[in-house]
């Protein structure tokens, strides 16, 4: 069984595999808010596997976010 901080991790390096957002920066804050709000309310493992299958509509938000 995976916990909050290991999803956490996995999620954001899905997540920022172009690189895009920069600790601190307001995207990061932004998803690292919304993500940790998603593994509270699925569990850390359904909120990982909700960002895998979707994925790319995320990061299309975050590229109009770090712009």
Do not use: C, W
């Not at 995976?2 to 954001?12: H, V």
């Not at 307001?26 to 808010?33: D, G, L, M, S």
């Not at 709000?37 to 938000?61: C, N, S, W, Y």
Request: aromatic content about 2%.
């Amino acid at each position: 069984m995976m916990d909050k901080s290991n999803a956490m991790i996995k999620i954001m390096t899905i997540l920022n595999e172009d690189g895009l957002m920069i600790p601190g920066g307001r995207a990061h804050r932004i998803v690292t808010e919304y993500m940790n709000f998603k593994i509270d309310r699925m569990g850390p493992e359904e909120a990982l596997k909700d960002v895998r299958h979707t994925k790319e509509h995320l990061v299309a938000q975050i590229h109009q976010m770090a712009m």
